[in-house]
């Protein structure tokens, strides 16, 4: 697999052409559109379900909305180490915009809401990336090959953060 680039198979793309996912998808849109599309889907989500009020009531202050959204953002633009993406919500307003800027997660945070939440993140992405395809080749059916290939693309990525922060903890 490339670096620079995940390639995507599309079946309803002409032959032999080829569509590249980028790894940082602000090479496509803005982070204004990134963040609408990412607060949209984790909107979705059925947060008043009984189980999950009941978690969150054994833990107050914790917001997994605002985590999930960030840590969306940053694994759709190229951030995966824990600790890169506490340097960039620490130093970068399009990072900070997303979270709690009054809250201060730190590296171990991030790194246990990935290991908490594999699938919701999993699911996130392949959600930002169906919406990143659509809206630059066009709305069209996603062939059962193309999202398959979405979800590798998904847990590429949280597979890459999870050993990147297990060479930065010496593991």
């Known amino acids: 697999m490339e670096m620079e680039a995940m390639r995507l198979d599309a079946q309803l793309l002409p032959v032999g052409e080829q569509l590249a996912l980028p790894w ?3 090479e496509w849109f803005t982070p204004a559109v990134l963040h609408q599309w990412i607060t949209k889907e984790v909107e979705s ?3 008043n379900n009984p189980e999950l009020l009941a978690h969150l009531r054994t833990r107050p202050g914790y917001e997994p909305k605002p985590l999930l959204c960030l840590l969306v953002y940053a694994y759709s633009t190229a951030a995966f180490e824990s600790e890169e993406i506490q340097r960039r919500f620490m130093a970068q307003e399009e990072y900070r915009s997303i979270g709690r800027p009054h809250v201060r997660w730190d590296a171990r945070s991030f790194t246990r809401f990935r290991r908490e939440n594999r699938g919701l993140l999993k699911w996130a992405l392949v959600q930002v990336f169906k919406r ?4 630059k080749r ?5 062939p059962a090959g193309l999202k398959r290939r979405l979800v590798g693309a998904a847990v590429t990525r949280l597979d890459l953060a999870r050993q990147l922060d297990r060479g930065h903890d010496g593991l």
């Open 24 to 26: 940082d998808l602000r």
């Open 45 to 47: 989500l059925d947060w």
């Open 132 to 135: 990143a395809i659509r809206a």
């Open 138 to 142: 066009g709305d069209f059916l996603l």
